[in-house]
């Protein structure tokens, strides 16, 4: 029997911004290099990004600090979104540096399948791949489905793991067999997320300026337009209208006064109202996502397409915000008996969203139920089963070779 404990992971990164998919492979890598039985690294081919009207830089990222906090090793190809090179291509220089980082690793995670384009090269060490896929529209990924495939059929891609039940159909649908897809839910730090009740609850309220009875949506999204902040600005009209004590608290990148296209967004939606922009609240992004969760009421999602497996709604909820949202991916079945689902609708997602603040309270007990199921835990052992089944069976054909 070959021996699995001790094996060397790295994982692939496009870069470090702002996203729900960084958060949640963070939290994997971390867990898992924290157990001891695998030891992780990560390279990330860009080093800053420019996206959603916000520069984020590698070593100013929560998630690049949480992973070094705890021992991962970070390394980078040192590329940015400011430079003229073509995305695709790679230098001599950076292939040596992805030589390097590769051969140390036993397994490659690819966060995505964006980076998949640097496994594929020929130049790449030969190393078993498990591609982590966080979307149930691979059609909208260009070029990354076709890298996703063209490492399935080269013999690279040795598995698959699905966020969610409607990423493994979408990519099955897409041309992934069917022997390489593995579902593993999304999971969330249970100690973090938990409801805050009484006057702690009060005062996380009072530090966002929000009051006692204030009913609070607060919506937590990169600017972009799978996350449709058109139609949440033009419920958040709606709600706001019909309930003289609701507030709306807007954050993550591109949820700010800096970003003119969503400024445009606001003074389009609400131009006829600015009596009502007193109660929107631009936060941008933040890294206490577990007190805004905590002191809200509801938890909205308005996204158009491409969700699997939201965070904001399992995070939301666990703090004990209500959460709605559109019929996207798996949200539906996340939010069963704990929250709602809305038609794409302004109206309709608001007079939800008065309805979910009002019911808050008689939802905690199913909330309270259903908490074990979001453990991280139970994901982190889906991961390791995945990971070391992979370099097994790697080990195995290497004895036979």
Sequence with gaps: MIQTNGSRVLSLYEG????????????????????????????????????????????????????????????SLGRSTAGNHDPRDFTEAEMAVATREARAAGVILSLKEQPLRLVNHPAFPDRPVVACLHRSDPEHSGH??????????????????????????????????????????NGINLVRFRPVRGARRLALRGALGLGADDNAVVYAARYD??????LFLRSAREFLAADPQGAVLMCGAGMSAHNPALAADIEQIFGDRPDLLGRVHLLGVRLDMERLYAAADVVALTSAFGEAAPLCLIEGAMCGAVPVTTPIGDAP????????????????????????????????????????????????????RVIERVHRDAGIRLLAA
């Design 16 to 75: 470090f911004f702002s996203g729900g998919a960084r958060v949640l492979h963070s939290t994997v890598v971390t867990g898992l290099h924290q157990a001891g039985h695998q030891k992780h690294s990560v390279l990330s081919l860009y080093s800053e990004v420019e996206r959603e009207a916000t520069l984020q830089r590698m070593e100013e990222d929560p998630r690049y600090q949480s992973l070094v906090g705890v021992g991962v090793r970070v390394a």
């Design 144 to 185: 990354a489905l076709d890298d996703l495939l063209d490492s399935a059929a080269n013999g690279r891609l040795a598995a698959a793991v699905c966020c969610a039940e409607s990423t493994r159909d979408a990519y099955l649908a897409a041309g992934v067999p069917a022997e390489l897809l593995h579902v593993i839910p």
């Design 225 to 230: 337009a799978m996350k449709n902040p058109e």
């Design 333 to 384: 079945s996340i939010v069963s008996r704990i929250g709602f689902v809305t038609s794409f609708d302004p109206a309709e997602i608001a007079a939800t969203w008065i309805e979910a603040a009002a019911r808050r309270e008689e939802l905690r007990r199913a909330r309270d139920s259903v908490r074990p199921r979001f453990s991280h835990v139970r994901m982190l052992a889906g991961y390791t």
